[in-house]
């Protein structure tokens, strides 16, 4: 009865310093992230593995904060995938605005650069053969 009563309160008070704190446990909700289902049924199958093992009370606490969990996991996600989604919308049709995008710029000729120069000319060597070759360096070379 000691440990259930222990546990009970250990969850009662990481719920009340998160909630106190506006904290929350970034890597088990981005664990949990995956599917929401899934998510669902380990919170549900830990409250039901508390209660067949014993634990009364420790489950029944569980099962009260599963509620606020279920209910952030239903509600608040989607909500959060909407924002994501509208984001990445917005991204996506950033590029086609003549304002901001290089490439629409660059075929619309509102913005143009300098040539490329080389800084350092190349060595320029008269004995390489260049193709294709005079006919004169061919009857050279076939004799």
Known sequence: MKKDLAGAF???GVFVFMTATRTRAPAILTMMSG???????????SVYALYTRGYHMTGFVAALLSVYLLKTFWITW???YENEVQLHITQD???????????LQFANKTLTHNLPVLLVRPLVHDNLLSFPPSFKTLEELSG
Do not use: E, H, K
Request: avoid cysteine.
């Open 78 to 80: 989607p909500r959060s």
């Open 35 to 45: 599917s929401r289902q899934l998510s669902t049924f380990v919170v549900l199958g």
């Open 10 to 12: 250990i969850l009662i």
């Open 93 to 103: 049709r950033a590029r086609f605005d003549p304002s901001t995008s290089v490439d």
